[in-house]
């Protein structure tokens, strides 16, 4: 079967899909979530979306608690999960193309989750119709799992598989081909700072909205004179290559600073705006805790993503080093400082041993360090059929070789009892999941839903 060939004569049909999707802003919005609609209604608006097209091509479908839901084929007592995202991101700001329209232009598709991860769920949806109008007959049952809380927390497949069965096996096309065997485990640390009872130079302080994004706008209320602070600020700005502005706003200086998102995975690949500013600040007369709070950020985060400066170093040949983004930095007087942190660390990372050695750090410093979650690392042996099956369907379909990779990243695949991330995004391509003008190359869509096809009959198999 030539599924590249097949696909390419879905062409137009699978831009239309991905461009409907993208159309709808699924972010995650608290102040909207209801019973009825637990992550906001475009959350919910992209799932039923899903589920809906999956009812129009005759596929058996469900919807678990308007949270996650599936679309299956075939049949058999085996399962075989495809796990995908339909939420996103906040788009932020600067798009040269709208965020939410699904533009193409330059042979490409862009638009907020065209790679991560609209741009994938559409090639494996696509790859079941294709399957399916193929005619063949599965001994296994196949089903495209969709979440609607894949960038906030995994809260969607978490009740989902309270209420429906683990897949033998599978995979989460959400990441990068060839094929990744190892996911790095990923902890929330939130660094503390208690209140100041003194009147303080910095009155508020803001930066980023999600921990695994890198921050692109960051600002800072504080006492000063507007026309030094502006002097300062522009030759700071200037010898450091970012941009921003300072504003007189009543008794108080408003400081912002913008910088460049990315995902929090790879933090270098962005410009953490939070952690500019605290620098700029520093270039000010600050009050004691104030500046200690300064002072931190730029410590731990100032010159490196890598955790050294906190104890919190480390690599293994599997998964690579640790890295660290400041996501969420948030500072008044009264209440003191949280940083919300993206600990991103590898396969055989000690980490009680290392989150011991961040405390003794900290001792002394006015900073305390908590856990908010972890998600410990995910591997999958490169023996196990599951692997050798499907570099046997990426160098079929490439005529390149399927190596295995590690990525910061967390997919559906660790939530799995078996299960890797698998595509979509191809070597050499640049991984814009997160950042500004996200997009996707419709040469590599294509080619992505005949990998999926041809995945899908050698792992469900011909009956």
Known sequence: MNWLDLAEQKKPEIIKELQALIQIPSVLDEKEATEQAPFGIKPLEALQHMLNEGNKEGFVTKNIDNMAGHIEMGSGEELVGILCHVDVVPEGQDWTYPPFEGVVADDRIYGRGAIDDKGPTIAAWMAMKLVKEAGIELSKRVRLIIGS????????????????????????????????????????????????????????????????????????????????????????????????????EGPVVKVLVRGKSAHAMEPDQGVN??????????????????????????????????????????????????????????????QGSCTQVSLRYSVSYPFEEKIGACREKLQNSGITLDLGSNSTPHFVDKEDV???????????????????????????????????????????RPDVAHQVDEYVDIEDLIKATAIYADAIVELAGKK
């Open 273 to 334: 705006a939070g952690i500019f500013l605290a620098k700029f600040l520093l270039t000010l007369s600050l009050t004691p805790h104030s500046k200690a709070f300064c002072e931190f950020l730029v410590m731990a985060f100032g010159d490196e993503s890598r955790g050294r400066a906190l104890g919190l170093g480390y690599a293994d040949e599997v998964s690579g080093e640790t890295t660290l983004n400041a996501g969420v930095i948030h500072y008044a007087p009264a």
């Open 149 to 248: 809380d894949e960038e906030s927390g995994f809260r969607c497949v978490d009740r989902y598989f309270e209420k429906e069965e683990m897949p033998d096996l599978g995979f989460a096309p959400d990441a990068d081909f060839p094929i990744i065997n190892a996911e790095k485990g990923i902890a929330n640390l939130i660094f503390s700072q208690t209140g100041s009872s003194e009147t303080e130079t910095i009155q508020f302080f803001q930066a980023g909205k999600r921990t695994n994004m890198v921050p692109d706008e960051a600002f800072a209320f504080i006492f000063g004179g507007a026309h030094s602070i502006n002097e300062k600020f522009n030759a700071f700005a200037s010898e450091h290559g970012i941009t921003g502005e300072v504003l007189p």
């Open 386 to 428: 599951l692997i050798q099956s499907l570099q046997k369907v990426y160098e079929r379909q490439t005529g390149e070789n399927a190596e295995l990779l590690s990525i910061g990243g967390g997919t559906y695949a660790r939530v799995l009892k078996k299960g890797v991330a698998f595509g979509m995004l191809f070597p050499g």
